[in-house]
Each structure stands twice: as C-alpha cells, then as structure tokens.
C-alpha cells in the first residue's frame, strides 16, 4: 500500500504563503501530483514532481524528495478563490492514472 | 462542450436496485478512469480502460460492480444489488495515455436509501 498523509486543514490570511505538506510510504512511483478541488466540483491537475526539487508554475509550487518521502505544496499571494481541498496522490509504476489520493488538506483563505 | 460529461449528475434509489452510471470522455482520450469518493475523502480508484479493455480493474470493491467502454469512447459504470455503503460521488476521468493529468468531470453522486 501507499500511505499518503496530509493535514486536514490550514487556515491563511488572503496574500499569505500556505505549505501544504505530504508524506507518503511507498516503494516506488511514477509521480507525486497536487490536485485542486472545490467543493461540490471536480478536482482539477494543479502539478507534479517525478524527480526530486521544486516545480514552480506562477503561483503554486510542488516539492518532492523521493528519499524522505515527502512533499509539499506552496500556495504564494493567496487569494480567496484558492479556498479549496488540496489532494495529494501518487500514481504506481506503470500506472499514470491510477492514483491513491491522500484525504485532502481543506484550506481556508480569509480576508 | 469540450470537458467530461457525466450522467446522471445525481441518482437516488432503493437498495437492492440496480444503477447505470455514464461517462462521455474528452474527444481523443485513450485512457478513461473510474473513482468513487466519500464525504471527507480523496478519490478512490476503481478501474481503468486503455481504449476498449479494462486495463486494471483491481479497485472494483466486488462483483456488483462492472464497467464496460464498447467502443473506446463512453464508459458505463454498472452497479448491481445497491447497498447503502455504495452511496458516494461517482468521477470519470479521462487523459492521454502515459500522463498524470486527468480530466475528471463534475460526478454522479448516487444515494442508496
């Protein structure tokens, strides 16, 4: 199995930076993926690490270091549109799609 | 529209019923997912189809649950003798092969009374 660990909720004021921390137990991957959901909508491909370092796309971050199984995600210059559930998933060798999610992290942005 | 589309958006019945699922995948996507998720709760994988076949089928929960993709297009996820603990949002989601970025659409939530 894939334990996959991350924080039920973070609070953050509108502007802040939020870190978004994911640990997982596997033995191999293909790839670490950050999802956005909203609530009652679909969740939506935010971004990905298959090797180890920082992934920047504009205001969202992805980190991963494969040797202590962990990542994280970095929200920068919040704004209340990024409330959301952020979902941490892993997808298995030979397997892109087939993903064991983490629970999500809710994050609250307030003003 | 260009997104995934699924239907019914919401489904409600008996229990012992037997429910159909649909799901109509961006035009050009091979591959083609299904995922439950519960209240609270990331997605859980059910089965994949890579074009017509079901590629992995191993977080079908038991047998009441089938899938079937005809012709490597729309999928429909078929659910038999529905018990309340099947109650959960459906999500389809499709991509191009060998990628981790899905398209999921907005899920059919079934309820089991």
């Known amino acids: 199995g894939q334990n996959i660990d991350q924080p039920t909720e973070m609070t953050a004021t509108e502007g802040a930076i939020v870190q978004i921390n994911c640990t997982y137990q596997?033995?191999?991957?293909?790839?670490l993926f950050w999802y956005q959901q909203h609530a009652g909508e679909a969740p939506t491909f935010l971004s990905y690490n298959v090797l180890d370092g920082l992934e920047e796309k504009g205001r969202f971050s992805s980190f991963l270091s494969r040797s202590k199984g962990y990542s994280y995600l970095l929200l920068k210059e919040l704004q209340m549109k990024d409330s959301a559930s952020y979902l941490c998933a892993v997808s298995p060798p030979g397997s892109w799609g087939k993903f064991q999610f983490g629970a999500g992290t809710q994050v609250v942005v307030t003003p | 529209g260009a997104g995934v589309s699924q239907t019914p958006s919401n489904k409600v019945t008996e229990k012992g019923k037997y429910v159909e699922l649909r799901c109509d995948p961006i035009?050009?996507?091979?591959?083609l997912y299904w995922y439950r998720q519960s209240l609270g709760q990331g997605p859980e994988f059910l089965i994949y189809?890579?074009?017509?076949?079901?590629?992995?089928d191993s977080g079908l929960p038991n047998d009441r649950f089938f899938a079937v993709r005809p012709e490597g297009s729309v999928s429909t996820l078929k659910i038999q003798r529905t018990e309340r603990g099947d109650s959960a949002v459906y999500l389809c989601a499709s991509s191009f092969l060998n990628t981790g970025e899905l398209f999921f659409g907005e899920g059919s939530r079934l309820t089991v009374l």
């Open positions: 189809f890579q074009g017509t076949g079901a590629a992995d």
């Open positions: 035009s050009g996507h091979t591959a």
């Open positions: 596997t033995s191999g991957f293909n790839g």
